[in-house]
Nanobody, 122 residues
Framework: VQLQASGGGLVQAGGSLRLSCASS????????MAWFRQAPGMEREFVAG????????YYSDSVKGRFTVSMNSAKNTVYLQMNSLKPEDTAVYYC????????????????WGQGTQVTVSS
């Protein structure tokens, strides 16, 4: 599975961004998808996840109510709509894919995209 993340950028606090993660090479397989982020000097952390059917979503407490994860199966693309952004949301955002396992731990995810930078100015 190959993952390509895009959509990052610079935004003011309170603004919005939408990240996209296009997947390829997974025809016929069912993968759950997730977004993680990593700020400088920090460990990579779980942000949001969605199961292969799109029927279940998961969020970290820090983004719940502000971020929404969704998927377009026809386009093999997962999105992360980020609203009410805060300076502490500044990080490199990565998308990841797995067939099964915990959503919250990086070690559960076998496939990673290259990351896209999100910077929120105060």
């Amino acid at each position: 599975v190959q993952l390509q993340a895009s959509g990052g950028g610079l935004v003011q606090a309170g603004g919005s961004l939408r990240l996209s993660c296009a997947s390829s090479g997974s025809t016929g397989s069912r993968y759950s998808m997730a977004w993680f982020r990593q700020a400088p000097g920090m460990e990579r952390e779980f942000v949001a996840g969605i199961d292969w059917s799109g029927g279940s979503t998961y969020y970290s407490d820090s983004v719940k109510g502000r971020f929404t994860v969704s998927m377009n199966s026809a386009k093999n693309t997962v999105y992360l709509q980020m609203n009410s952004l805060k300076p502490e949301d500044t990080a490199v955002y990565y998308c990841a894919a797995q067939r099964s396992g915990s959503y919250y731990y990086t070690t559960s995810w076998g496939y990673w995209g290259q990351g896209t930078q999100v910077t929120v100015s105060s």
